[in-house]
């Protein structure tokens, strides 16, 4: 279980998750220091307005404490949230009723998620399928016909948003008139490859797509193999 900030679900505002925002913005803050921080100062934008020796305190080693200290200064949560606003998308944490629960379980599970796109209860129900970006003509074949036929079956389909496999899962599970959600390697702002827009615009007809990147976060080698966790749960 998590431990919980001092807020509730129904009592954070735009407020409270604008520095959620804010430090999601700050690399190398994940998991380990939002809990860390929560337990010790409560809310988000207490620690915010904590210096280092008081970020110290809170448990975050020394080079944590420090990153934050010097990032906080170059970051305004007042224009985070304006610019995910602008992007047409929204974020939620892991306190939000929306984040998934089976996400919830997994260790290293993301702070924030941004969305565009509804999740919906019965996304629990899904299967992620993923595969090669270069699959031969029979590969392509095998891929449609497997993803059309789960997805007939009233699941909803998981996938990456990448070439190949990834494009034929979201691809089949549309036709077949069923939910898919696309995890995406990049900000959500950030449509990868580029030729996938229209896929993406598809998609969130009767769909998802979403990502643990802020916004404007460019695709690196890196961030498609973390985002695979989320796929998995």
């Not at 279980?1 to 804010?22: G, I, P, Q, R």
């Not at 008081?54 to 420090?66: H, K, V, W």
């Not at 090669?132 to 990456?160: M, N, Q």
């Not at 979201?170 to 900000?187: D, K």
Request: with cysteine; aromatic share 8%.
């Amino acid at each position: 279980m998590l431990e919980s900030f001092l807020v509730t679900n129904n009592e954070k505002t735009n407020y409270e998750l604008k520095y959620w925002v804010a430090f999601n913005r700050i690399s190398g803050i994940g998991r380990g220091c939002f809990k860390a921080m929560g337990a010790h100062f409560g809310t988000l934008s207490e620690t915010w307005r904590a210096g280092l020796t008081e970020l110290r305190a809170a448990g975050l080693d020394t080079g944590a404490a420090q990153n934050i200290a010097t990032r906080k200064l170059q970051i305004d949560p007042d224009v985070e949230m304006e610019t995910l606003i602008g992007s047409g998308a929204r974020a939620i944490t892991w306190h939000d009723d929306e984040y998934p629960e089976r996400l919830k379980e997994i260790y290293d599970l993301p702070p924030v998620l941004y969305l565009r796109g509804e999740l919906l209860p019965q996304d629990a129900r899904s299967i992620s399928l993923v595969g090669t970006r270069a699959p031969t003509a029979y590969g392509r074949e095998a891929a449609y016909e497997l993803t059309l036929d789960i997805a007939s079956a009233g699941v909803v389909i998981v996938s990456g948003l990448a070439r190949g496999v990834d494009a034929i899962a979201h691809r089949a599970a549309l036709e077949a008139g069923q939910r898919t959600i696309a995890v995406m390697g990049s900000g959500i702002d950030v449509i990868y490859p580029r030729e996938h827009e229209w896929l993406t615009s598809d998609i969130l007809e009767n769909g998802v797509v979403m990502s643990e990147y802020p916004v404007g976060t460019r695709p690196v080698a890196k961030n498609f193999s973390r985002r695979n966790r989320i796929m998995a749960a």
